[in-house]
């Protein structure tokens, strides 16, 4: 049976295949977040989406996802709301939202924070792998029939495109569902990079930038470099799937294709600020694959990002 953080998938509607079960264990660490009393946001849907990846998660990996997934909340709410400070004059404000490796992502029905706080971007394109994206449909269509799917409030339209991001004609699927590069756009790639080459990366990310009109953003968890070698290094049989993609430079790798970062952080940082530091003294063994170890403490291997294309 597959194991991914020491998570068992089996049964029901728990994707087998350990990259597409990734967006579980996320949707997981979500549900968990929303329990909080200082929850930085409240889910709804994750714990539907879970599935079994609910049981024995780790605490880092609650942190890493409480805090990527609020910084991205935030930057996208900005991004839809007005041009950037940085922004020349002839940038739009996005109109569009699309998902690389969309998973159990559930920002349609969970954002805005506040009701009426802006009005809904045109379309939000969800992209991912067959398999997740029918998991994905079936947990929605039991939440509806139990009438607890909340009022979706963040585009006007959801379109959900089957893509291999692996092979250049996605971006036709994506232009056919009525994407318009005119429009802008806010991409979000969100725990997504890890899962690619370099080369593959670098063709991606070149690619959106020739795809998106001035004003739109990349907002993007970025795997570092150092940390993505300590893991391939410590499990070669993970790091052949995942861990693959990595930079210790993350602006300058995004500004190479045409991306001006405004706003980074690492992962570590928020995690200090938000009160979320997991420690190594908490952890099981197996479950800190995706940290490199600092003394007591354990260190994230990620920044994040939001990056503005400037012409
Ligand atoms: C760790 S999950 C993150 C999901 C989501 N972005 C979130 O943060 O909730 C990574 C997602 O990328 C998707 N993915 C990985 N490789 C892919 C590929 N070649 N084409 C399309 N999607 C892919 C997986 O199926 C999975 O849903």
Not at 80 to 97: F, G
Not at 169 to 193: M, Q, S
């Amino acid at each position: 049976m597959p194991v991914l953080y020491g998570v068992e998938f089996e049964a029901a509607v728990n994707l087998k295949d350990i990259i597409g079960g990734s967006s579980q264990v996320v949707a997981a660490c979500r549900a968990s977040e929303s329990e909080r009393v200082d929850a930085l946001f409240v889910d709804p849907l994750a714990k539907y989406f879970a599935g079994a990846a609910r049981e024995g998660l780790p605490e880092f990996l609650n942190a890493y996802t409480a805090v990527r997934t609020h910084f991205i909340d935030m930057e996208l709410m900005d991004a839809l709301t007005q041009k950037h400070a940085e922004a020349p004059p002839n940038a739009v404000v996005p109109d569009q939202i699309v998902l690389l490796g969309a998973g159990m992502d559930a920002r349609m029905w969970r954002l805005p924070p506040q009701e009426g706080a802006r009005p809904p971007a045109e379309t939000l394109f969800e992209l991912d792998q067959k398999e997740v994206l029918k998991a994905k449909e079936t947990i929605l269509a039991g939440v509806a029939k139990q009438g607890k799917l909340p009022t979706p409030k963040l585009a006007k339209k959801r379109v959900t495109l089957s893509v291999d991001i692996r092979e250049p004609d996605w971006i036709k699927t994506l232009n056919k569902a009525g994407y318009d590069r005119a429009r802008g756009t806010v991409w979000i790639l969100e725990g997504f990079l890890r899962f690619f080459s370099n080369v593959q990366i670098d063709e991606l990310i070149a690619q959106l930038a020739l795809h998106s009109a001035c004003g739109s953003s990349i907002l993007v968890t970025v795997p570092s470099e150092t940390n993505r070698r300590a893991k391939a290094k410590r499990d070669p049989a993970d790091a052949e799937y995942q861990w693959r993609f990595g930079t210790d430079d993350p602006v300058g790798y995004f500004t190479r294709f045409g991306w001006r970062t405004v706003k980074h952080a690492c992962v570590e940082e928020l995690e200090r600020q938000y009160n979320r530091v997991p420690r190594l003294a908490n952890a099981d063994p197996s479950d800190v694959s995706a940290y490199v170890t600092e003394g007591d403490r354990m260190v994230g291997g990620n920044y994040l990002l939001r990056a503005l294309k400037v012409a």
